[in-house]
């Protein structure tokens, strides 16, 4: 699977759009972009995923660049509820191997 | 409501005590895996299961075994514990891996003294 690179850490305040990016660059014609995150020690929770295209969910919107090599997430109005680490995983769809979560972003929300 | 149960949350057992953690889901799930997380080193995957009857290792398989008699249950099985299992351990299943991501359990805390 391809590796991925987030920043450790963002801050947002309540209300306006968290962007959480993604680099990629190594990812593969057949490597879907994952969005999973996890809000302090509870199960992670998937959000998104998308190939090629730009992707919409009740949760979030997912940007992937034209070349594949980067994504932004994108929380419309966050909450503080959005507080949470958000992993970003590219690997092939169809697989029966681990999901590598790798270190994540540390979103904060504040007040 | 589609959901991922695990049994216990919280767990303190002695070394050496086989114990048993309980996983099962509701969603007709074929695909179904254990991680656990510790501190620095993130999720890893211990166990993987495609369907009944069907299992495979993951990163982290030592001293642990699975099993897969029912498409709803995967349980996970320690002979042994030792303390370097104390972790925080996750269920988690999936469609087909594909299109609808993996639904994660709440997690078992387990502490071996």
């Known amino acids: 699977d391809a590796k991925t690179t987030q920043p450790p850490s963002m801050d947002c305040a309540e209300g306006r759009a968290a962007n959480l990016p993604c680099n990629h660059s190594t990812i593969s014609g057949n490597e879907y972009v994952y969005w999973y995150r996890q809000i302090h020690s509870q199960g992670p929770q998937y959000i998104i995923h998308?190939?090629?295209n730009n992707e919409t969910n009740e949760m979030a919107s997912l940007i992937i660049t034209e070349d594949r090599k980067s994504s932004t997430l994108i929380l419309p109005h966050a909450t503080l509820r959005d507080t949470a680490v958000y992993y970003c995983?590219?690997?092939?769809?169809?697989?029966?191997?681990?999901?590598?979560f790798g270190k994540g972003t540390s979103l904060l929300v504040t007040p | 409501e589609a959901q991922v149960t695990q049994n216990p949350r919280y767990l303190i057992t002695v070394t050496g005590k086989k114990l048993t953690v309980t996983c099962s889901q509701n969603?007709?799930?074929?695909?179904m895996s254990w991680y656990r997380q510790d501190p620095g080193l993130g999720l890893r995957q211990i166990y993987y299961s495609m369907n009944v009857e069907v299992t495979d290792k993951g990163d982290v398989p030592e001293g642990y075994k699975v099993s897969r008699k029912e498409k709803r249950n995967f349980p996970l099985i320690l002979e042994s514990p030792s303390p370097n299992q104390t972790s925080l351990y996750f269920c988690?299943?999936?469609?087909?891996?594909?299109?609808?991501?993996?639904?994660f359990g709440s997690g078992t805390r387990l502490t071996v003294v």
């Open positions: 998308g190939l090629k």
């Open positions: 995983i590219v690997r092939v769809g169809y697989s029966g191997y681990a999901l590598n």
């Open positions: 988690a299943s999936s469609a087909d891996g594909l299109f609808y991501g993996y639904t």
């Open positions: 969603m007709n799930h074929e695909y």
